[in-house]
Nanobody, 120 residues
Framework: QVQLVESGGGLVQPGGSLRLSCTAS????????VGWFRQAPGKLREGVSC???????YYADSVNSRFTVSRDKAKNTVYLQMDSLHPGDTAVYYC??????????????WGHGTQVTVSS
């Protein structure tokens, strides 16, 4: 079993940055792909980024060049650095873990989410 906890969300002004963390317990994340998803009010959950188990990053077109995903194996944590944020990025952000990156919602393990609000 893998337990995932997201942190780092909050309120930020347009153009600002946040770094989200996804920390695992119960198992090492080394063998897992870790995905980041977000869900805005009234919208479906959408894939934002994924870091494969062998270190390949993937990004949705909407965040490419603004978001960066990375892994700290010593801390069993995956990060999502979010720059140049705009109000359209406002959502609850979730991390998930599974054997490979997929853009759909059928991941084996999920965190409970962290709120990101971009507003002036």
């Amino acid at each position: 079993q893998v337990q995932l906890v997201e942190s780092g969300g909050g309120l930020v002004q347009p153009g600002g940055s946040l770094r989200l963390s996804c920390t695992a317990s119960g198992s090492s994340l080394d063998a897992y792909a870790v995905g980041w998803f977000r869900q805005a009010p009234g919208k479906l959950r959408e894939g934002v980024s994924c870091l494969s188990a062998d270190g390949r990053p993937y990004y949705a077109d909407s965040v490419n060049s603004r978001f960066t995903v990375s892994r700290d194996k010593a801390k069993n944590t995956v990060y999502l650095q979010m720059d140049s944020l705009h109000p359209g990025d406002t959502a609850v952000y979730y991390c998930a873990a599974d054997v490979q990156c997929i853009w759909g919602p059928t991941w084996e393990y999920w965190g409970h989410g962290t709120q990101v609000t971009v507003s002036s």
